[in-house]
């Protein structure tokens, strides 16, 4: 159980507590540089072609830190620099000083090498505060200039200079990070499971949709088994195209209304498109190309292009998106798995251009390949609307968890200005 926390006025407390330590007083503050001293990595190697895995250590830069090393050096550099230089302990925390600021990462133990300065270490004396709680301290420090700016590098200096809080016993600390640490095993487990959903369907695809050069899927229902052949058509010959456009932005009176506006932005990996960032009102929708619920939205134009999505209800797109709607003999359940399926190759016919774009023609063109029984294309449908549920559902898990953890940390961390 946490309690709320009652604090002195100025002084420093957070709003949530747990009951045995309620009454244990104000937070202490020290600069980092007091309790502990950010090391850079420094590269003693030129770049070298490992041959043999078995002997090398993974090799973390910056881009690959925090997630697989796709490159290795020689076990012999690695043992020489850890004659040379001091080296971060098990359980101290790494972080990125260039690129993405503040990404964090707790040493292990096991070998491996990091980039020159564009990785950190910071050793602490956990004589005053363990690197368990200030793991999570770290990650809710706001990485940005005084005027709100991006910063482009942390320099030893700015490290030794933040101010480090905490409450004075470690047993507090070790809660705070306990609770935190359990709570994040707990999003992984969900991630793990929403994964596993996406692999599954994935498997499933492949097998309920013929490969390429093929005319039957792997797997079928029995009731279809001696329909024939899956043919193909294209898009035109089951749909009707609309591409998208936007209302003058000029004019206020047409936005922030009750309709829904959709931009590239607003297909996510969910199925179903429920709410956008824009909206539009009466007067605005009315100057638009309307797409009737339950049609299939394809983002042609931009970096985004092969994003894919329905939409429960009637609403607009911008011009970056081509609307399919399907025709009575048709599932648009069906054409939007189908589309899913191929939205990869289908982004490839835009080409290598400053400007990505599949325009109405082109995209009208695709061809894709439909079963000879309507009925098929229902239960094809049925089969991944259903597990598009399960990801969607276990998708809003994860949220609901992490939304969660981020109202907890604001409320076991007191407000910090650094």
């Known amino acids: 159980m946490i309690e709320r926390a009652k604090s002195k006025a100025g002084g420093l407390k957070p709003e949530l507590r747990f009951p045995d330590f309620v009454e244990n007083g104000e937070w202490k503050g020290k600069k980092l540089g007091s309790i502990g001293e950010p090391l850079m990595c420094k590269r003693i190697f030129k770049n070298q072609t490992i041959s043999n895995y078995k002997d090398a250590i993974p090799f973390y830069k910056i881009g690959t830190f925090g997630k697989k090393a796709d490159s290795y050096i020689p076990k012999e550099l690695y043992n020489e620099y850890r004659e040379k230089y001091s080296y971060p302990r098990n359980g101290e925390i790494l972080i990125s000083a260039s690129g993405t600021i503040g990404r964090l990462v707790v040493y292990d133990g096991s070998p491996a090498y990091y980039q020159d300065s564009n990785i950190v270490w910071l050793g602490h004396d956990e004589k005053f505060v363990l690197n368990s709680y200030l793991f999570y301290y770290y990650s809710i420090l706001d990485w940005q ?95 009707e195209i609309i591409t998208g456009n936007t209302p003058s932005t000029k004019e206020l009176k047409y936005y922030n209304g009750e309709f829904m506006f959709v931009s590239p932005a607003d297909i996510n990996e969910n199925r179903y498109v429920e709410k956008t960032k824009t909206t539009l009102t009466k007067l605005g929708f009315l100057k638009t190309r309307i797409i009737k619920a339950n049609s299939v939205m394809f983002v042609c134009i931009g970096s985004t292009i092969g994003k894919v999505g329905m939409n429960k209800y009637q609403c607009a797109t911008n011009q970056q998106i081509n609307s399919v709607i399907v025709d009575s003999a048709n599932s648009s359940e069906f054409l939007y798995s189908n589309l899913e399926l191929n939205a990869a190759n289908i982004a490839k016919i835009a080409g290598k251009q400053a400007v990505p774009i599949i325009n109405k023609s082109l995209f009208s063109s695709v061809k894709l390949m439909f079963p000879p029984n309507s009925n098929e294309q229902k239960k094809v449908a049925s089969c991944f609307s259903a597990l598009d549920e399960l990801i969607t559902t276990q998708s809003e898990k994860v949220e609901q968890l992490q939304s969660h953890k981020k109202g907890l940390v604001q409320g076991l961390f007191p407000k910090i200005d650094n």
């Open 145 to 239: 200039t005084s005027d709100g700016g991006v910063i482009k590098r942390l320099y030893n200096s700015d490290l030794k200079r933040i101010n480090v809080y905490f409450p004075a016993k470690k047993q507090e600390q070790q809660k705070i990070a306990s609770c935190l640490s359990s709570l994040d095993e707990l999003i992984a487990a969900h991630n793990d499971k929403l994964q596993a959903l996406k692999d599954h369907k994935k498997g499933l695809m492949q097998n309920l949709f013929p490969q390429e050069g093929e005319k039957v899927p792997k797997f079928r229902f029995p009731e279809f088994e001696n329909d024939g052949e899956w043919g193909e058509k294209e898009l035109s010959e089951v749909a």
